[in-house]
């Protein structure tokens, strides 16, 4: 077995919300940290790892279209798979560390937000201190002798031997992030699968042509689970569309469905049909 | 003239590309930063701000995910003013550093990012380090005493005494930020507006509920220029959509357009009328 071929990378460093989905998807022991999502998806598409695990949607660490740019205009890979990761941040510190005792709390400046509620409740003079992510400031806190304070994962305190002294301490109570196994090739036919499309409209800004779009997918009775408009790379003014739509992309009626979308559009690009989380 | 009540809030620190927007916007001298969008949001809400500036697309230090989810769920303020930004890097070092002495690159992940190019060309051995924002990089290489260079902003460079090196050194050629003002109410009628409106369809998933929206501006003959659906908060499955569409929702067609979609929706908020950017 060729280890090289076999690796799969992720968004580090250890002990992200990314690592968290990649141990979730995998129990492989040949996991690659990469230092941005591009550098992930790029080690795809040029062979140096078997697989990626990407954030896509409401992530910590990094940006939807981040994720949809490079898959759309600079690499050909392909989305696998889905896996949503539940976001539950936790106040950790070194061993005995006491509440009253902290003078710093260092996080993401997102995670951060995300506990305001709890900040203001519990640390309400205690200054704040970004990092570039929470596993960054977990590490930072167990390196230091100060009597500071990181919020992170539940894996980063373990990686780095912090104690949890307050536990799921984020304002939403449902907070999530999907993650996508990215490949060279897509998901096989069979499972239960979205398709991910990207396209351009030939006239922009006019409603009348993303409607001809959605008119089509009424007619095939498709299901579009998501629709997002960014502005194309290069050219102001020019969008293009990124569509979820259930079903996968070989299966007779979605397949038809592509055929006439790929008619009334100027660019289109199919990201890959990939098996849903459940 | 009170001071408080005329002061305009920002996504801070001194340096980013949040001030640069405030300073193209007003000459006044009273801005504020503040560390968090969710902060500016909450401080113009309250009072304790008469304007907020936050980036709404695109941007390097922050999320049009938090701005527009803070304005539907949490905060009763409106868009204003659009301010689109040149995003332009640039190398910045202590005076009389020459790029070969070099040791360590500290930016934003995204700025990062977005010059790898230039860093494969140019520091292909160097190795990078995250912080929080471009400005922080920026002001941790000005109070080093080691080799160290940033990559930020000219008005970054300016403020903390840095040299620019190397300029306009990010990838795209294209790459811009929008932000917007914010206040209490939106832009009066006269002026080129767009407004901004968040909706759920009623039913979810459906492409014929959204297929609704979109002819009822076909029937108006009204331009959208962005469509994005979120995950509505709290509702796991339930969907929100944002539109950006031309006109002012005082305007005749506009207003009648925006009440066939009330009847059309389980939920429309407006979120303000705003002046575009020329």
């Known amino acids: 077995m060729n280890k090289e071929k076999d690796s799969i990378g992720y968004l580090g460093p250890q002990g992200t919300f990314s690592q968290q989905a990649a141990l979730q998807y995998t129990d492989q022991k040949n996991l690659v ?3 941005t999502i591009a550098d992930v998806l790029e080690a795809v598409d040029q062979g140096k790892v078997h697989k990626g695990i990407v954030p896509i949607e409401n992530s910590i660490e990094g940006t939807v279209n981040m994720t949809l740019d490079m898959m759309v205009f600079d690499v050909d890979v392909k989305l696998q798979k889905e896996i949503v990761i539940p976001i539950e941040h936790h106040l950790l510190v070194q061993k005995g560390t006491p509440i009253e005792k902290i003078q710093k709390v260092f996080s993401h400046p997102q995670a951060l937000g995300q506990c305001r509620k709890f900040l203001h409740q ?3 003079h205690v200054p704040v201190v970004f990092s570039s ?5 977990v590490k930072l806190v167990s390196e230091s002798t100060q009597p500071w304070a990181a919020i992170g994962t539940a894996l980063s305190g373990e990686l780095y031997g912090l104690q949890r002294i307050y536990s799921h ?6 907070n999530e992030t999907r ?3 990215v490949g060279k090739k897509d998901a096989p036919l069979g499972k239960t ?3 991910s499309i990207a396209f351009s409209t030939k006239e922009t800004h006019k409603p009348g042509e993303l409607y001809k779009i959605l008119n089509i997918l009424a007619l095939w009775e498709i299901n579009m689970t998501k629709i997002v408009s960014r502005p194309a790379k290069n050219k102001l003014g020019q969008y293009i569309f990124f569509l979820d ?5 070989e299966e007779d009626l979605l397949q038809e469905a592509l055929g006439m979308i790929q008619r009334k559009t100027s660019f289109l690009k199919i990201l890959g049909s990939y098996e849903i989380f459940q």
Chains 1, 2 share one sequence.
């Open 33 to 35: 940290a990469f230092p």
């Open 122 to 124: 519990y640390l309400p």
């Open 133 to 137: 992510s929470t596993a960054e400031a």
């Open 193 to 195: 699968c979205k398709t």
């Open 169 to 174: 301490i984020q304002d939403q109570t449902v």
């Open 179 to 181: 993650f996508m196994v």
């Open 245 to 249: 739509l259930e079903g996968h992309r």
